[in-house]
């Protein structure tokens, strides 16, 4: 049997894209909870150039990086394939994955700023919506309406953002100004396919509320201490 391990952070979305992808293969793994603050040499040892969640480690040896690991999954073990078969499919999720990547960070950072740094935020937020709301209108999931790469990928859009957005009290997105967008996002997190592999909504707002209340206070001390 082959040895799985995943190193993570219980309340990241990716590394809930790498669990998902493992429990979609039906792959039984060790699951390593890590410290955000006091990261284990397993994980330094396994991720010395990021030094970052998540990490798989299968038969001894590491990959990183969330949806590298997710495509390695998929490849590696018996299961529903997540990537499409017909290339320009795969590719086109390729595409949507690697868009939803790359804007990660700005959605995050927008609701730790403030004041005009968060307004500007918002605007980057903005532009990245309207893509996504005119791409998602009338649309289940992201390539031929089947669940698949991409959607694993959009876990953040779909749940984290909500979460953000409730936690903060920073309105980003509402259903007037972005209605294709909310509606794909309330059709996936109540999709059977999605619900059962995301974590407790519940449990992660609570954590957000106060990952964000504590990034205020510091945010709040450090600019008393530079007055």
């Known amino acids: 049997m082959a040895e799985v391990k995943l190193l993570g952070f219980w309340y990241s979305p990716f590394t809930h894209r790498v669990e998902w992808a493992l429990k979609i293969k039906g792959v039984k793994y060790e699951y390593i909870e890590e410290d955000r603050n006091n990261k284990s040499s397993l994980l330094l040892q396994s991720n010395p150039v990021h030094k970052k969640t998540p990490v ?10 969330s949806m590298v690991i997710v ?10 394939p997540i990537l499409p078969k017909d290339p320009y499919d795969r590719a086109l999720a390729r595409f949507w994955a690697k ?18 740094e968060q307004e500007k935020g918002k605007e980057e937020v903005w532009e990245m919506l309207k893509i996504l709301d005119n791409e ?18 959009a876990n953040f859009m779909g749940l984290w953002l909500g979460l953000f ?22 059709e996936y997190v ?17 954590f957000f509320k106060a990952f964000l209340s504590a990034a205020s ?3 709040s001390a450090s600019t008393s201490a530079k007055k």
């Open 136 to 153: 998602l209108k009338d649309k289940k999931f992201f390539v031929n309406d089947k669940f698949g790469f991409a959607d694993v990928a």
């Open 99 to 116: 868009f939803l990547d790359d804007k990660t960070a700005a959605m995050v950072n927008t609701f730790l700023r403030e004041g005009e």
């Open 165 to 186: 957005q409730e936690g903060s009290g920073v309105v980003v997105v509402t259903s007037e100004n972005f209605p294709n967008f909310c509606a794909w996002r309330d």
């Open 217 to 219: 206070a510091s945010a």
């Open 71 to 80: 495509e390695y999954i998929d490849e590696t073990f018996e299961g529903p």
């Open 56 to 65: 798989l480690i299968h038969n001894g040896k590491p990959i990183a990086e």
């Open 190 to 206: 109540n999709c059977s396919q999605v619900k059962k592999y995301l974590p407790p909504r519940d449990e992660l707002l609570a």
